[in-house]
T-cell receptor, first 114, second 118 residues
């Protein structure tokens, strides 16, 4: 069964600290892996998209890694800011159709305290 | 910021009413999607469209219907709302990447409509 599991479910860190969010997936065949940030009451916003051949991609203070062999990804946030408080969603796409079926994780709820 | 808009942002309405949730995008994207999201849960695809006059049902069974008469507009309709339809509805669009596939293109989401049926 194609699934995307994220951990931890929630995380609280102090402003300025770093953190790493985890994503494990069983989706096959694999096309790409995406990380989205969803602020409360808003729609998700794309942070990174990685294909099979990419093992790291950065977007400012966000760095995503991908290990396609172990089917794991992580999102590392450096020097966290209050505005980083949000839900971070891992999404994996298969190649089963031209649509690129997307499998969504439930997200990690990150809270950054001052 | 992506140019995709949803209205209304919030809607509280009684059982049995007909509801239309609006979604418009100004990016010229051919692909559009409707998702349903409950608190703390993953997004579930309920409808999608490859382009004008194309609509397909998603993975999650839904009593809603959609139409795609214009590229920029993808409204969702509930003929008779019930309390079980209470949820957040997110609209998204994506480019085809120029190769007809577009699997590696990001989806751009609207800010959603939070629907409550009394």
């Amino acid at each position: 069964k194609n699934q995307v599991e994220q951990s931890p479910q929630s995380l609280i860190i102090l402003e300025g600290k770093n953190c790493t969010l985890q994503c494990n997936y069983t989706v096959s065949p694999f096309s790409n892996l995406r990380w989205y940030k969803q602020d409360t009451g808003r729609g998700p916003v794309s942070l990174t998209i990685m294909t099979f051949s990419e093992n790291t991609k950065s977007n400012g203070r966000y760095t995503a890694t991908l290990d396609a062999d172990t089917k794991q990804s992580s999102l590392h946030i450096t020097a966290s800011q209050l505005s980083d408080s949000a839900s971070y969603i891992c999404v994996v796409s298969d190649r089963g159709s031209t649509l690129g079926r997307l499998y969504f994780g439930r997200g990690t709820q990150l809270t950054v305290w001052p | 910021e992506a140019d995709i808009y949803q209205t209304p942002r919030y809607l509280v309405i009684g059982t049995g009413k007909k509801i239309t949730l609006e979604c418009s995008q100004t990016m010229g994207h051919d692909k559009m999607y409707w998702y349903q999201q409950d608190p703390g849960m993953e997004l579930h695809l309920i409808h999608y469209s490859y382009g004008v006059n194309s609509t397909e049902k998603g993975d999650l069974s839904s009593e809603s219907t959609v139409s795609r008469i214009r590229t920029e507009h993808f409204p969702l309709t509930l003929e008779s709302a019930r309390p079980s339809h209470t949820s957040q509805y997110l609209c998204a669009s994506s480019d085809d990447g120029g190769d007809g596939g577009g699997d590696n293109q990001p989806q751009h989401f609207g800010d959603g409509t939070r629907l409550s049926i009394l």
